[in-house]
């Protein structure tokens, strides 16, 4: 079955200073990933995502992730980050069920910025 | 282009309390989801449509949860009876996307339910 990890449930930085969100994944065949980013009381809104293209996906918002198939991770990463980015944030992998494709999504990270 | 649209956006019950959530989706969707997110957790599908067939609800609690899509637009999730572990964000979302391709998916902002 295809799945996702979120290695950190709550990640804190400064503003102004790198961000990285890891995620690593479980798939039988060659996924597609996505990163959601979930503001207070608003919609998934969609970040990036990979489709078996370039390893390395730019998204909105200057977050861009890396697809490393001999780690089986997918982390999102970004080199300055601002206030407004806080949020929380679900790696997903699409996964081939009997009916279609069907979104798994990680338990979410919940990234705090500071002053 | 108008996003996928929700209401209610926050909906307080008492618990046995029958409960209905709308959704239209984003023009043109022919898939149409519905997810529940509970506290801490990510998304979880209930039921998925392509058109107006549920393509997979084997996640959806039939005996107390329902949904439609007539004419392939918008669609409708109902609880009856409510029960306290129902208190979820519901999540309506919708995409392009068919049998053979996976597409983005676009969410709505959601239906906050508590039920007491």
């Known amino acids: 079955a295809q799945s996702v990890t979120q290695l950190d449930s709550h990640v804190s930085v400064s503003e102004g200073t790198p961000v990285l969100l890891r995620c690593n994944y479980s798939?039988?065949?060659?996924?597609?990933l996505f990163w959601y980013v979930q503001h207070p009381n608003k919609g998934l809104q969609l970040l990036l995502k990979y489709t078996s293209a370039a390893t390395l996906v730019k998204g909105i918002n200057g977050f861009e992730a890396e697809f490393k198939k001999s780690e089986t991770s997918f982390h999102l990463t970004k080199p300055s980050a601002h206030m407004s980015d806080a949020a929380e944030y679900f790696c997903v992998v699409s996964a081939l069920t009997n009916s279609g494709y069907a979104l798994n999504f990680g338990k979410g990270t919940s990234l705090l910025v500071t002053p | 282009e108008a996003g996928v649209v929700q209401s209610p956006r926050y909906k307080i019950i008492e618990k046995k309390q029958p409960v209905a959530f709308w959704c239209n989706p984003i023009?043109?969707?022919?898939?149409l989801y519905w997810y529940r997110q509970n506290l801490g957790q990510g998304p979880e599908l209930l039921i998925r449509y392509e058109n107006e067939e549920a393509v997979d609800d084997s996640q959806l609690p039939k005996d107390r949860f329902s949904a439609e899509r007539l004419k392939g637009v918008d669609s409708t999730l109902k609880i009856q009876p409510a029960e306290l572990g129902d208190s979820a964000v519901y999540l309506c979302?919708?995409?392009?996307?068919?049998?053979?391709?996976?597409?983005?998916?676009?969410f709505g902002p959601g239906t906050r339910l508590t039920v007491l």
């Open positions: 023009s043109g969707h022919n898939t």
């Open positions: 798939s039988s065949y060659s996924p597609s």
């Open positions: 979302a919708s995409s392009s996307e068919t049998f053979l391709s996976t597409d983005t998916q676009y």
